[in-house]
């Protein structure tokens, strides 16, 4: 049976705040870091740079509260490069991504050269509102990153070089099965509860929900402890068992739905029986599992922008607007998957 595991202990997402040209030079060098650690071959490495310099340049010259988010593939295989802003938004969006455009009057120049190096670029933008787009990379042999309808971020707290939360995502046939961990609190001991959790995470993640959720009770022990949030997505439906406070919810082109949280209590410290819920996925539907470092407000009343964004780009936008930068901040997005049996 196929699997596509990420890195059984996971980095955070690398950040940059593109608020001036010289972050430029800075997002080059860290998506050609991160295409190395995700071993991407030859020239690839390179290309990384270029898309992410084209990305931050564009953000630096047009865009206001622009920042980057460079990272390997959530299942593997390759890297994204995400730019997100709350800019002018791109008017002429097909004129931009023609290789070789260039306007110093309009958002999109150098988009033609991202959509030329990138495996798949995606892109959503909206005049006045602003834009998001999402690069990949992957691997001459890896499976089309387009398929992997999944995204994921994950940010330490401000001042903060590790991340108390962590995530990670496993495909196993049409089985979808995403973790987001909280460590307590924040800082180096918050990070090494949420790693143990990852950890055991990945030695059987087709486990039964409430017996995954009690090996990772027994794995976080002798940690500060931490919250769990499990999520298991079939075809048209999903299940989700988890401890303290990292919510779960759907999210489709017109409402919100299934707003879930986990039980009272710590895992690794106190946890009671686990239970397991179970809700539909319809089509076209995105479920999305976050810590409390993303503003549960942001689903009150999502605009229709965010309402019809794919997942790959709806946890950037979450991250970008409504991430609480004080505490660890980590959300997935994704769909289940449309593998074959």
Same mark, same amino acid.
């Given at each position: 049976?196929?699997?596509?595991? %990420?890195?059984?202990?996971?980095?955070?997402?690398?950040? #940059?705040?593109?608020?001036?040209?010289?972050?430029?030079? +800075?997002?080059?060098?860290?998506?050609?870091?991160?295409?190395?650690?995700?071993?991407?071959?030859?020239?690839? &490495?390179?290309?990384?740079?270029?898309?992410?310099?084209?990305?931050?340049?564009?953000?630096?010259?047009? !865009?206001?509260?622009?920042?980057?988010?460079?990272?390997?593939?959530?299942?593997?295989?390759?890297?994204? #490069?995400? !730019?997100?802003?709350?800019?002018?938004? #791109?008017?002429?969006?097909?004129?931009? +991504?023609?290789?070789?455009?260039?306007?110093?009057?309009?958002?999109?120049?150098?988009?033609?050269?991202?959509?030329? #190096?990138?495996?798949?670029?995606?892109?959503?933008? *909206?005049?006045?509102?602003?834009?998001?787009?999402?690069? =990949?990379?992957?691997?001459?042999?890896?499976?089309?990153?387009?398929?992997?309808?999944?995204?994921?971020?994950?940010?330490?707290?401000?001042?903060?070089?590790?991340?108390?939360?962590?995530?990670?995502?496993?495909?196993?046939?049409?089985?979808?099965?995403?973790?987001?961990?909280?460590?307590?609190?924040?800082?180096?001991?918050?990070?090494?509860?949420? *790693?143990?959790?990852?950890?055991?995470?990945?030695?059987?993640?087709?486990?039964?929900?409430?017996?995954?959720?009690?090996?990772?009770?027994?794995? +976080?022990?002798?940690?500060?402890?931490?919250?769990?949030?499990?999520?298991?997505?079939?075809?048209?439906?999903?299940?989700?068992?988890?401890?303290?406070?990292?919510?779960?919810?759907? @999210?489709?082109?017109?409402?919100?739905?299934?707003?879930?949280?986990?039980?009272?209590?710590?895992?690794?410290?106190?946890?009671?029986?686990?239970?397991?819920?179970?809700?539909?996925?319809?089509?076209?539907? %995105?479920?999305?599992?976050?810590?409390?470092?993303?503003?549960?407000?942001?689903?009150?009343?999502?605009?229709?922008?965010?309402?019809? @964004?794919?997942?790959?780009? +709806?946890?950037?936008?979450?991250?970008?607007?409504?991430?609480?930068? =004080?505490?660890?901040?980590?959300?997935?997005?994704?769909? &289940?998957?449309?593998?074959?049996?």
């Amino acid at each position: 049976m196929g699997r596509a595991v %990420t890195s059984p202990e996971t980095l955070p997402t690398a950040h #940059i705040a593109v608020d001036h040209y010289s972050a430029v030079h +800075l997002a080059a060098e860290t998506a050609r870091t991160v295409a190395g650690r995700c071993r991407l071959p030859g020239a690839l &490495p390179d290309q990384a740079a270029v898309v992410a310099s084209e990305l931050a340049s564009n953000l630096a010259k047009h !865009a206001s509260s622009g920042s980057l988010f460079i990272q390997p593939l959530p299942l593997g295989g390759g890297m994204e #490069i995400v !730019a997100a802003d709350r800019g002018p938004g #791109i008017g002429a969006l097909q004129q931009c +991504l023609a290789d070789g455009f260039t306007t110093s009057n309009t958002l999109g120049a150098g988009l033609g050269a991202v959509k030329r #190096i990138a495996t798949a670029l995606t892109i959503r933008t *909206q005049p006045g509102a602003g834009t998001l787009v999402c690069a =990949r990379l992957t691997e001459p042999d890896a499976a089309h990153p387009a398929d992997q309808e999944v995204g994921a971020v994950c940010l330490p707290a401000d001042r903060e070089e590790l991340s108390g939360d962590a995530c990670a995502v496993v495909d196993q046939g049409t089985t979808r099965t995403a973790i987001v961990v909280d460590g307590l609190g924040h800082g180096p001991q918050a990070a090494e509860a949420a *790693q143990a959790a990852i950890r055991s995470f990945h030695r059987a993640p087709d486990l039964p929900l409430p017996a995954l959720l009690t090996a990772l009770h027994r794995a +976080l022990r002798r940690t500060r402890g931490a919250a769990v949030g499990l999520l298991r997505l079939h075809p048209g439906r999903a299940e989700y068992s988890g401890i303290g406070n990292v919510r779960v919810l759907t @999210l489709t082109p017109l409402d919100v739905s299934h707003r879930l949280t986990g039980q009272p209590g710590i895992a690794g410290l106190n946890m009671a029986t686990p239970q397991v819920r179970s809700f539909p996925v319809p089509p076209g539907a %995105t479920a999305v599992l976050h810590s409390d470092g993303i503003d549960q407000r942001w689903a009150r009343s999502p605009s229709a922008f965010v309402h019809r @964004l794919p997942p790959l780009l +709806l946890a950037a936008s979450l991250a970008h607007s409504h991430r609480l930068s =004080r505490d660890d901040a980590t959300v997935i997005a994704a769909r &289940p998957s449309q593998r074959l049996p």
